[in-house]
C-alpha cells in the first residue's frame, strides 16, 4: 500500500498551472515539523523540518487556487510519486512528491481574515 497523510504548513503561495484540455494542477511547498526533545542525560535534540512538494490536481487543485497561501496549514492523504529525468545537459535528476487524493484546510477562517499580508 501506498498511502501518505501530512499536516503542516505552506511555505509559499501554491504555483497553479493549467494542462491538457484545461485540467488545472497545483504545486504546494509543505513543511513538517518533529518538535525537539531532551534525552534523559539532558541533551537537547532539535526541532527537525522537512519539506515536501505536493501535486493536486483538478478540483482540489482549483480549490487551493482559490483559498490556499502561504503560512496556511493543511492535512494531506496521497500516494508518494519518485521521478527521474535527464536534462540537457545530461544530468540525471530525482523528485520526490506527494500526489494528493484528499486535502482539508486548517487554518481557522478567523485567522486567514485577520491576515492582511496577502
Given at each position: 500500500m501506498n498511502k501518505v497523510m501530512l499536516i503542516g504548513n505552506v511555505g509559499v503561495d501554491p504555483e497553479v498551472r493549467y494542462v491538457d484540455q484545461g485540467v488545472a494542477v497545483a504545486r504546494v511547498r509543505m513543511a513538517t515539523t518533529e518538535r525537539g526533545y531532551t534525552?534523559?542525560?539532558g541533551t537537547q535534540v532539535p526541532d527537525r523540518t522537512d519539506w515536501h512538494t505536493v501535486l493536486l490536481w483538478r478540483k482540489l487543485a482549483e480549490t487551493v487556487e482559490k483559498y490556499v497561501h502561504k503560512g496556511?496549514?493543511?492535512?494531506?492523504?496521497g500516494r508518494i510519486r519518485y521521478t527521474t529525468w535527464d536534462d540537457k545537459m545530461g544530468q540525471r535528476h530525482n523528485a520526490t512528491e506527494i500526489w494528493a487524493d484528499n486535502m482539508e484546510m486548517l487554518t481557522p477562517k478567523e485567522q486567514k481574515a485577520g491576515n492582511t499580508e496577502r
Open positions: 534525552l534523559p542525560n496556511d496549514k493543511l492535512y494531506i492523504e
